[in-house]
């Protein structure tokens, strides 16, 4: 079956620092879209990704979809406090069900 | 983005009795949405496809007789949580699916239902 990983699982970054995470397929996406979620709370679109090298933006935030088309990268810059929380990759392929990962815990230090 | 609205937002019930959790999609029109639960501290496991009008496709594992999901119009979905037991409680979330053209596609997400069964 599909398999999606995510990494790295948990990060604890000063505030100001640049944060790095990745999510990598078995098998051919053709959406990407990037999560933020809080606790208890559901899950909040960050950024979506349509085409292989596409590299897209929101702010302090930004993504890409793997020129393979089994990968994706979210970057955040110069983080802070409020960047707390779990960041959720999700994978689809022709509009059938999307896979995600596993989560990246983010921990900010003031 | 486009608003998914999900009630209750948490819900406390005896064993035994059913529990039903409403998605809507506020500001567009679903013809697709997904049903979620997630264990704490995990990533969220997909329970069924729900799709207007029709039955829902369930994943491997999930009791459709169990979980039962009606998507009656293009913005609501419900799942009752038939018969819960304590094993039941979980956090439960729905997404509503829009497409853009031919080949963009966004899923978004309610707020989640908190699941205690007692």
């Known amino acids: 079956g599909q398999q999606l990983n995510q990494s790295p699982q948990s990060m604890f970054i000063q505030e100001g620092e640049d944060v790095s995470m990745n999510c990598t397929s078995s098998s051919i996406f053709n959406t990407w879209l990037w999560y933020k979620q809080e606790p208890g709370e559901g899950p909040v679109l960050l950024i979506a990704l349509y085409k292989a090298g596409e590299l897209t933006s929101n702010g302090r935030l930004t993504a890409q979809f793997g020129i393979t088309r089994k990968d994706s990268f979210l970057n955040i810059s110069a983080s802070i406090p409020s960047d707390v929380g779990i960041y959720f990759c999700?994978?689809?392929?022709?509009?059938?069900?999307?896979?995600f990962g596993s989560g990246t815990k983010l921990n900010v230090k003031p | 983005g486009a608003v998914v609205s999900q009630h209750p937002s948490r819900v406390i019930c005896k064993s035994g009795t059913s529990v039903k959790i409403e998605c809507r999609s506020l500001d567009f029109q679903a013809t697709t949405m997904f049903w979620y639960r997630q264990f704490p501290k995990k990533s969220l496991m997909l329970m069924a496809t729900?799709?207007?009008?029709?039955?829902?496709?369930?994943e491997q594992g999930v009791e459709k007789d169990k979980f039962l999901i009606n998507h009656a119009s293009l913005t609501l979905s419900t799942l009752t949580v038939t018969s819960a037991h304590p094993e039941d409680s979980s956090f439960y979330i729905c997404?509503?699916?829009?497409?853009?053209?031919?080949?963009?596609?966004?899923?978004?997400f309610g707020a989640g239902t908190r699941l205690s069964v007692l």
């Open positions: 997404s509503a699916q829009i497409l853009y053209g031919l080949a963009k596609n966004i899923q978004y």
């Open positions: 999700a994978g689809q392929y022709n509009f059938n069900k999307f896979y």
């Open positions: 729900s799709n207007e009008g029709s039955k829902a496709t369930y």
